[in-house]
């Protein structure tokens, strides 16, 4: 998967997020032997492969996303030397098989392990993101992070999902699903209502909230 960070054709998804890096190294600076970093929906790996670089095999990564995509990103990871991503967690290719639902598995099943810092970059719709963004608060350590990104992206904008482009999702979706900001309505019903978290900042389209470190459950 790597190798499509070079091809001109994926340019636009080759370039990381400027805050993950900026928040994983303050993270990594008073935390350096065990982060845990949770990246949801991982593109072509643009994010994972710094971040990646920048733990060196401390702690440990865990990847959301489609199964076949998880696996091909663990593997190129694993053959530049990095041995902590944990592959298990991608999702089948079934049409309601997603993130939201393997993150909320893990959770009732305890097998996964309170992050540092959680990037969310997956379908930006409300009916996947909601339900990831209520299930990684619970997980998020106090002290730690939830970056959203494309906070101000909507269907209609889209230059493959928008109605002209994709007539498929004029029936999938109704009018106001299609003109909502749906990344942003999450922020504002799950992560600007719940007083365990801040605000930290917008960088571009990517917005920042925190957990605060003395929040309890």
């Not at 959770?107 to 970059?121: G, N, Q, S, T, W």
Request: glycine share 6%; with cysteine; hydrophobic share 35%.
């Amino acid at each position: 998967m790597l190798e499509k960070l070079t091809d001109p054709t994926y340019q636009i998804l080759s370039r990381p997020d400027k805050s993950v890096l900026r928040y994983l190294d303050a993270i990594m600076a008073s935390n350096p032997m065990h982060p845990v970093f949770y990246e949801i929906g991982i593109g072509i790996g643009a994010t994972t492969l710094p971040v990646t670089e920048k733990m060196n095999n401390s702690g440990e990564i865990l990847l959301f996303s489609r199964e076949k995509d998880v696996r091909a990103l663990a593997s190129d990871l694993l053959e530049r030397g990095y041995s902590n991503v944990n592959a298990n967690w991608g999702s089948p290719n079934n049409t309601y098989s997603g993130y939201h639902f393997e993150l909320a598995i893990g959770a009732v099943e305890k097998r996964l392990p309170m992050f540092d810092l959680a990037y969310i970059d997956g379908g930006h719709v409300f009916h996947l993101d909601a339900p990831t963004a209520c299930v990684l608060k619970e997980l998020c350590k106090p002290g730690g992070y939830m970056i959203f990104d494309d906070y101000d992206w909507y269907l209609g904008k889209s230059p493959t999902w928008s109605p002209a482009k994709r007539p498929a999702t004029a029936i999938e979706y109704d009018q106001r699903q299609i003109e909502t900001r749906h990344v942003k309505l999450v922020c504002q019903l799950f992560m600007d209502t719940d007083t365990r978290f801040e605000f930290v900042g917008m960088d571009s389209d990517t917005v920042t909230y925190r957990r605060l470190p003395d929040a309890t459950r």
